[in-house]
């Protein structure tokens, strides 16, 4: 067969990363249990390689555009790639991001090995600023969970003037709705524990560039940490990214008609949404109490941590004391799933309306 040209991210979710054409081969990449290799090969030890990765590389790779190397979990890439920098360098980070990446840099900057400065990613001109003297640029775009969004392609110019890597968290948006490296950034990480492997069944992370002498370093960093992930879990997640497009496209309609309906519910006193996506985040007028009763009142909304599943699961985020004191405490982010949106409508509105 001649060479597949790739088409479009629908066609790759679905085609990527299979076996060849050939009779007798399977469909899908089998699961390739295997702590070592028969020697002479490129493989030769578990920690170094496995076909079960290399099969989801392929496509999430080709999705965002570049080289993929898959991690044992989201954070497992997101400190491979903070550790990038030299001592005592400069990282500029959403003070919003992630709670666990905010506090894997608090914690490499309490023991001296970096010096953090957080920056409203939002706010262009003043990440700009920040970028003067950073060896690291970490921008995510939307911020989980307050939704703000960033300009990547500004900021990462900026950065580039000084001489900084640009490294996008691309878990919210998925390479579908957003590809950070076409818009300049040198790195894109993944917890592709998230829409990715999309079934809340799997913890696994990524990272994908296009610079080869990045993507060595970084290899060689995974195997040398060991922070590789299991056979299985690649083979999981494959599997979820099969139908990416499928289920990124419905939790993004069901969202945008929640948004709608949920602007004049009395009980909220602010509805948040970058416009793309299935996250929102919508805040209790009255505050943390509301918030928990509200997670508690649904059928079919879960009140669990975690986004991106096929299911739709909510949380008030300040619940966990290491959430960041500026957002506000009565703050449910919401994680819209592929459920018929009038029964999602119809289980929220019913608990809002106990609140009022
Ligand atoms: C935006 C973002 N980045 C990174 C992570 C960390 O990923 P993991 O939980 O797979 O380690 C998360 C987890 O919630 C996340 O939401």
């Given at each position: 067969m001649s060479e597949r040209a790739p088409i479009t991210p629908a066609t790759?979710?679905?085609?990527?990363?299979?076996?060849?054409?050939?009779?007798?081969?399977?469909?899908?990449?089998?699961?390739?249990?295997?702590?070592?290799?028969?020697?002479?090969?490129?493989?030769?030890?578990?920690?170094?390689?496995?076909p079960s990765w290399t099969a989801f590389e392929d496509v999430l790779g080709e999705l965002e555009g570049g080289r993929c190397l898959t991690f044992a979990s989201g954070m497992a890439a997101v400190m491979t790639v903070l550790d990038l920098v030299a001592q005592g360098a400069k990282v500029v980070l959403p003070r919003h991001a992630y709670q666990g990446s905010i506090m894997a840099l608090a914690d490499l900057e309490a023991r001296g090995r970096l010096h953090a400065h957080l920056v409203d990613i939002s706010d262009t001109a003043a990440v700009i600023a920040a970028c003067d003297d950073a060896a690291l640029v970490?921008?995510?775009?939307?911020?989980?969970?307050?939704?703000?969004?960033a300009d990547i392609a500004a900021i990462a110019e900026a950065a580039h003037e000084s001489g900084a890597y640009v490294v996008v968290d691309n878990t919210f948006a998925t390479p579908l709705l957003q590809q950070p490296l076409a818009l300049g950034a040198d790195i894109v990480v993944h917890s592709a524990t998230k829409y990715l492997a999309g079934h809340s069944d799997v913890l696994l992370g990524a990272v994908v560039t296009a610079d080869d002498e990045l993507y060595d370093v970084l290899k060689g960093r995974r195997s040398l940490a060991g922070a590789v992930p299991g056979a299985f879990e690649t083979w999981l997640a494959l599997r979820g990214l099969r139908t990416l497009h499928l289920r990124v496209e419905r939790a993004q309609a069901n969202a945008r008609i929640l948004v709608e309906r949920l602007q004049e519910h009395p009980a909220l006193s602010e509805v948040r949404y970058p416009g793309f996506g299935g996250i929102v985040a919508i805040v209790l007028a009255e505050g943390e109490l509301a918030a928990d009763l509200l997670v508690r009142k649904t059928h079919v909304w879960v009140h669990a941590t975690s986004l991106g599943g096929v299911e739709s699961t909510f949380e008030r985020r300040r619940r966990w004391k290491t959430e960041a004191a500026t957002i506000p405490v009565g703050l449910v982010r919401m994680s819209v799933g592929i459920e018929d949106v009038e029964d999602l409508w119809t289980d929220l509105v019913t608990a809002l309306d106990t609140l009022t």
């Open positions: 790759i979710a679905v085609t990527g990363g299979r076996p060849p054409h050939e009779p007798d081969q399977p469909l899908n990449a089998p699961i390739t249990m295997a702590s070592t290799y028969v020697a002479g090969g490129d493989l030769e030890y578990g920690r170094y390689g496995n970490w921008i995510e775009t939307p911020t989980n969970p307050a939704l703000e969004v």
